[in-house]
């Protein structure tokens, strides 16, 4: 008897169709550019530009660079928490970005312009409840975000809870996000009923993330108990790596920005998180916020995207 080849099921959202049901996350700041968007587009994946703490020119800069680079799905991620929301959307939209994944928050506002743009919108859920209102209000799929995934919390429930809840009461295709690191976190989420999965951590561990050599090396030495939580200016926990910075939060020994660029709709202004994400992102590991998603002890090596998703399609065909 032959081997059965497990196939991967398709993905569809509005009328986009990759090859492959495997959407890279939206990791701000600036981890996510145009070189990993493109990359994982071209290896049939859907590739997202971290549009959240861009100005509008770069944004559009951004994705002018991975239309340039790739012929496959190039979507941005935003949050709704950030001052410049509208204005980064409207700047995608007229760029004809093919998708806008949208979460930290929840916007109404967002549902219609994408339904002017004709453009798929997909909103990001912790919950059955906002699944079914982002449904009723014309998204085209849901990305449901579990606690185990790296930077802003939204819930305390685990993705292998929520999934099947949620599934349960909306017909739009769900994608599963939080804690898929390997195949078979991969496996878990289909089983679950999920009809895509969206992976942070494991992206942001290749070669074309644009993270400093330093921040990756990082993550291949974190273990499972480098991981805390620590309270978010945007007002929400955030999950991150252990680290001096992580140290001083928790002991409330940072001190507030003495200047403040009102990058957010509301700051606790406990600390400046702009620049908190930049210093990690540019290798400053002492002073810098490393977010993380709960399982980072599964990455033992730095690869290219189109890597990454080639080994996750075989090592599932196989499995």
């Known amino acids: ?66 239309r340039q680079k790739s012929r496959g799905i190039i979507g941005i991620n935003i949050m709704f928490a950030v001052s410049r929301f509208k204005e980064l959307v409207f700047t995608a939209l007229e760029e004809k970005i093919d998708l ?35 449904q009723n209000l014309g998204a085209s799929a849901v990305v449901a975000e579990g606690r185990e995934a790296g930077g802003h919390l939204a819930t305390e429930y685990s993705l292998r809870e929520i999934l099947p809840k949620i599934k349960e009461v909306i017909s739009i295709p769900v994608i599963a996000a939080g804690g898929i690191i390997d195949v078979y976190d991969m496996r878990q989420a289909f089983e679950l009923g999920a009809d895509g999965v969206q992976m942070g951590i494991r992206f942001a561990a290749s070669e074309e993330a644009n993270g400093a050599p330093a921040l990756k090396d990082y993550y291949l030495k974190a273990k499972k108990e480098d991981i805390v939580l620590v309270p978010s200016p945007v007002g929400l926990p955030g999950r991150a790596l252990k680290n ?30 702009m620049q908190a994400l930049n210093n990690a992102q540019q290798g400053d590991l002492k002073e810098g916020l490393i977010f993380a998603g ?9 690869l290219p995207a189109g890597k990454i998703i080639e080994g996750l399609v075989m090592q599932y065909q196989k499995i």
């Not at 059965?4 to 509005?14: D, S, V």
């Not at 709960?294 to 730095?302: D, G, M, N, S």
């Open 100 to 134: 806008i994944v949208q979460g930290a928050g929840f916007s109404r506002e967002i549902f219609r312009w994408c339904e002017e743009a004709k453009t798929p919108f997909v909103s990001i859920v912790a919950s059955p409840k906002l699944a079914k209102i982002a």
């Open 294 to 302: 709960e399982y980072i002890e599964k990455i033992t090596e730095i």
């Open 244 to 273: 001096e910075f992580t140290e001083k939060i928790l002991a409330g020994k940072v001190k507030p920005p003495l200047a403040c660029e009102s990058c957010l709709k509301k700051c606790k202004r406990n600390f400046c998180i």
């Open 1 to 66: 008897m032959g081997v059965e080849i497990l196939q991967l099921p398709k993905l569809k959202i509005g009328g986009l169709l990759p090859k492959y049901p495997i959407v890279q996350g939206g990791m701000a700041v600036r981890l996510s550019t145009n070189n990993l968007a493109a990359a994982v587009a071209n290896a049939g994946g859907i590739g997202l530009i971290a549009a959240s703490g861009m100005g509008t020119e770069e944004l559009r800069q951004e994705i002018r660079l991975a």
